[in-house]
């Protein structure tokens, strides 16, 4: 009796030891699906993101080839020294529709009373824009560009107006279009003003 104990015993140890390899082998295959689990959740939502990242870009780039797309050049004219006895001076920048459909130019606006702006396409000076809120910019207007069309940004600077100012002076004119992505257009001039 004692030797079938015995072996009870050993019996007993072994299938203890191999419940506990067999529940040690579950937990570490349950482990091993939670994580295969969670890398597949993780790369399904990386792959979701540039999905939605690339269709995004697509329909941008798309759209941005249907709309107008205003670019001026140069955006910014130095003047260099300007006496105020030489009186009004002028510069002209380059305005083109880059875009694929047309360009509406609505209004123009500029950030102080001696600088002013006017657009000539095809030949024909359009009116005057001086500062806004001087309340004598025109209504009403605007001004198209076809997809490649040009134009002509004339800005002029009258050192009249600020007779006793002398040194470096930045002005701009402000243009409003349909541009999607820049509904205003900064055009910046720089003058250095002396006697």
């Known amino acids: 009796m004692v030797q079938s104990n015995d072996i009870s015993k050993s019996e007993r140890k072994k299938m203890k030891k191999e419940k506990r390899i067999e529940e040690?082998?579950?937990?570490?295959?349950?482990?091993?699906?939670?994580?295969?689990?969670?890398?597949?959740?993780?790369?399904?939502?990386?792959a979701l993101i540039v999905i939605v990242?690339?269709?995004?870009?697509?329909?941008?780039?798309?759209?941005?080839?249907?709309?107008?797309v205003i670019k001026l050049d140069p955006t910014v004219h130095d003047f260099g020294d300007v006496s105020v006895?030489?009186?009004v001076v002028s510069t002209t920048m380059t305005i083109k529709n880059n875009g694929g459909s047309?360009?509406?130019?609505?209004?123009?606006?500029?950030s102080c009373g001696c600088t002013s702006a006017t657009i000539t396409k095809d030949g024909v000076e359009g009116p005057v824009f001086g500062m806004k809120m001087h309340g004598k910019n025109p209504v009403d207007w605007s001004e198209t560009l076809l997809p490649g069309e040009t134009a002509q940004l004339?800005?002029?600077?009258?050192?009249?107006?600020?007779?006793?100012?002398?040194?470096?002076?930045?002005?701009?004119?402000?243009?409003?279009?349909?541009?999607?992505n820049h509904k205003i257009s900064v055009a910046k001039i720089e003058v250095n003003q002396v006697d």
């Open 24 to 46: 040690r082998e579950s937990r570490r295959r349950e482990r091993d699906m939670r994580e295969k689990k969670n890398r597949l959740v993780k790369y399904g939502v990386i």
């Open 53 to 68: 990242a690339a269709f995004y870009m697509f329909n941008r780039d798309s759209n941005s080839a249907e709309a107008a």
């Open 85 to 87: 006895a030489g009186g």
């Open 102 to 110: 047309d360009l509406v130019i609505s209004d123009m606006d500029s």
């Open 154 to 180: 004339n800005i002029y600077y009258d050192p009249t107006v600020h007779q006793d100012l002398r040194g470096a002076v930045t002005r701009a004119i402000s243009i409003y279009s349909n541009d999607p």
